[in-house]
């Protein structure tokens, strides 16, 4: 073989193998992207429902794309967005509910979640949300059919099993349920919640789903309008925080348990405690200047309804950890996010 023809061999060698490396750094770590949950992971599905809890109005989403109030309850994108971007997914998590849902839409994942749910079917029930249960029991099993439809019963169990499950849930039992009942024992309460998140992925283990990212619950006696609730100072509630940190440490405990015992399975905690409470002892590190209240009006009582477009906003919303007085601001889901895909990153079977 002459010395050119070896040479125009390697150098297509060469070609190819950086190409196919190429190629293979750009295919994402899951299928899909599914989501369940609450309000911080809400894209939009209560539009489409007969409830009050809605955030399709300005001021929300007023750092949306194209200034749009998609019904999320942030002034941008959600943790859930900004994550399946990071993974190379999609650019943002749209609401299952959404009768403009296209099949690419479905290949790639979308969102159950419901502003106001809870893991207690009693949380909220009157505000006629959609109950965590209800989202997969009912929801997602029929988003699966109707995938099977689209794609074909092999692809749509290879698109479940290999998309990331995210189940963002707790916080409105706890300051919408147990805090304004207080009608048992909070350590009994928190047994019964994980009870419900253990049958919960069952039911998405049952119909497919193999990896899961749950992250733990933050700082619940920081929100704003849980110190307003509580008639105290705008300092965190260290009670009800160490309320939410028991409840985490068993959080985990269950994750692991669960990941012994269902074959197949990688489970993911998300240790959102420990970032939120840095940011509020240390808010120059994150850029922040107000930890304690919301940017929309008072930031002490509005969300919802309440932080309308008669409302006044902060000039700065990247100052503020939290956008309204419950949720964070997108400033807040881009830090969470980034921790997220780290920790997804490292996870092992």
Known sequence: MSSNLLFFFIFFFVIVCARTVCNAATIPKYTAMIVIGDSTVDPGNNNFIPTLFRSNFIPYGQDFPNHIPSGRFTNGKLVTDILAALF??????????????SNDDLRTGVSFASAGSGLDDLTEAEGGVIPVSKQTQIYFKAYKERLITVVGDKEANRIVSGALVVISAGTNDLVFNFYRKESSIISQYQDFLLEKLRDRIQDLYNLGGRTFGIPGLGPVGCIPLVMTLKLKARVCLEDVNADASLFNTKLQKLLHKLQATLPGTIFTYVDLYGLISDMIKNPQKYGFTVTNRGCCGSGLLELGPLCNALTPTC????????WDAVHPSEAVYKVAAKLAFDTLQNAKP
């Open 315 to 322: 000039s700065n919303t990247s100052q503020f950890l939290f």
């Open 88 to 101: 190379g997914i999609k650019e943002l998590v749209p609401a299952y509910l959404n009768p403009r849902l």
